[in-house]
C-alpha cells in the first residue's frame, strides 16, 4: 500500500488548501483515513479522520469548523479541505491509513500502519 499526498504550498492567513492522499495497492472503502501534522519543533499532531466507508468524521478542537476531510472511494482519494487557515496550521501534514484500526484508537498515530511522505503547508500571515 502506498499513499501519495499532495496540495501543500503557501497561502495567507485566512486562506484554503485542499490536500488530497492518493492510495494505491488496496481498496480505501474499508479503511480508515487520517491526517495527521507535525509543525517546526514539535510532535505529530492527530488533525482528522474518517472512519470506515459511510462512517463518520472526527477533528481535532483547533480546526473544528475550518477543516473538512472527506473520502473518494472510487478514486482511493481523501481528501482534507482546509479553509480560515491560520500561522499556526503551518506543519507538514502526512496522511495515514489501517484497515485494523477500532474507533478508540482513531487520534492515535501509532495506530495506524501505513502513511504518505508528507505535504508542507505554510500560512503566512
Known amino acids: 500500500v502506498q499513499l501519495q499526498a499532495s496540495g501543500g504550498g503557501l497561502v495567507q492567513a485566512g486562506g484554503s488548501l485542499r490536500l488530497s492522499c492518493a492510495a494505491s495497492?488496496?481498496?480505501?472503502?474499508?479503511?480508515?483515513m487520517g491526517w495527521f501534522r507535525q509543525a517546526p519543533g514539535k510532535d505529530h499532531e492527530f488533525v482528522a479522520a474518517?472512519?470506515?466507508?459511510?462512517?463518520?468524521?472526527y477533528y481535532t478542537d483547533s480546526v473544528k469548523g475550518r477543516f473538512t476531510i472527506s473520502r473518494d472511494n472510487a478514486r482511493a482519494t481523501v481528501y482534507l479541505q482546509m479553509n480560515s487557515l491560520k500561522p499556526e496550521d503551518t506543519a507538514v501534514y502526512y496522511c495515514?491509513?489501517?484497515?485494523?484500526?477500532?474507533?478508540?484508537?482513531?487520534?492515535?498515530?501509532?495506530?495506524?500502519?501505513?502513511w504518505g511522505q508528507g505535504t508542507l503547508v505554510t500560512v503566512s500571515s
Open positions: 495515514a491509513a489501517d484497515w485494523g484500526l477500532i474507533l478508540s484508537s482513531i487520534r492515535n498515530r501509532d495506530a495506524y500502519d501505513y
Open positions: 495497492g488496496r481498496t480505501i472503502s474499508n479503511a480508515v
Open positions: 474518517v472512519f470506515r466507508s459511510g462512517g463518520s468524521a
